[in-house]
């Protein structure tokens, strides 16, 4: 078997049966315990598995056992799924609120305040990026830039591309300058580029 396969193995056996120990998944699997350890430590790493509390933390412990806790793992929060993208569609769709009212919620500028413009740029991109934007900032011919690495609304964006008018009014909002995209992330590649006037 090899690495890939027994990674994925232990990834679907924990999406049927949810959280397990590494005993557990190495006998469904026909796996040396060993061996499974060292693919749930890498899949841990990877932020694909989440190891649970021990029991000295409240987690689970086996009636009588001694010794060290036993670790159980489960998938991670982003691995396991919701219903988040879908909720998020039904609500734009149905919502009457301007994307400008929507991105003084998303965003609170006042924290920003009356710094120099270098300044608020830095403490926007610190916001931004607390949001999972993957953001900086760069001096350009025409003015600074903000430009984001991901895009934190992918799973509806192409459904619902007024997010991008949103994002605009939110550095509008923040920098107290007109922001216009330049670029945009297309199916998860490229980088929405922000200019800044």
Same mark, same amino acid.
């Given at each position: 078997?090899?690495?890939?396969?027994?990674?994925?193995?232990?990834?679907?056996?924990?999406t049927?049966?949810?959280?397990?120990?590494?005993?557990?998944?190495?006998?469904?699997?026909?796996?040396?315990?060993?061996?499974?350890?060292?693919h749930?430590?890498?899949?841990?790493?990877?932020?694909?598995v989440?190891p649970?509390?021990?029991p000295?933390?409240?987690?689970?412990?086996?009636? @009588?056992?001694? +010794?060290?806790? *036993?670790?159980?793992?489960?998938?991670?929060? !982003?691995?396991a799924?919701?219903?988040? %993208?879908? $909720?998020?569609?039904?609500?734009?769709?149905?919502?009457?609120?301007?994307?400008?009212?929507?991105?003084?919620?998303?965003?609170?500028?006042?924290?920003?305040?009356?710094?120099?413009?270098?300044?608020?740029?830095?403490?926007?991109?610190?916001k931004?990026n607390?949001?999972?934007?993957?953001?900086?900032?760069?001096? @350009?011919?025409d +003015?600074?830039? *903000?430009?984001?690495?991901?895009?934190?609304? !992918?799973?509806?964006?192409?459904?619902? %591309?007024e $997010?991008?008018?949103?994002?605009?009014?939110?550095?509008?909002?923040?920098?107290r300058?007109?922001?216009?995209?330049?670029?945009?992330?297309?199916?998860?590649?490229?980088?929405?580029?922000?200019?800044?006037?």
């Amino acid at each position: 078997m090899t690495v890939t396969t027994a990674r994925q193995k232990i990834l679907n056996q924990l999406t049927k049966l949810g959280p397990a120990s590494p005993r557990d998944l190495a006998r469904t699997l026909r796996l040396s315990e060993a061996t499974v350890r060292h693919h749930l430590r890498v899949l841990a790493s990877d932020g694909r598995v989440t190891p649970l509390p021990s029991p000295q933390q409240g987690g689970p412990r086996g009636v @009588g056992e001694r +010794g060290r806790p *036993v670790k159980i793992y489960a998938l991670s929060p !982003a691995l396991a799924g919701d219903n988040l %993208p879908a $909720l998020t569609s039904a609500l734009l769709a149905e919502s009457t609120v301007p994307m400008e009212t929507l991105a003084k919620h998303i965003l609170d500028a006042s924290a920003i305040g009356n710094q120099p413009l270098t300044r608020r740029l830095t403490l926007l991109v610190e916001k931004l990026n607390a949001k999972h934007y993957q953001a900086r900032w760069e001096a @350009g011919a025409d +003015g600074p830039r *903000v430009i984001f690495g991901r895009c934190p609304y !992918a799973a509806v964006i192409e459904a619902h %591309p007024e $997010l991008c008018r949103m994002d605009a009014s939110l550095l509008s909002n923040s920098l107290r300058m007109d922001a216009r995209q330049s670029a945009k992330i297309e199916k998860g590649r490229g980088m929405c580029v922000f200019g800044v006037r």
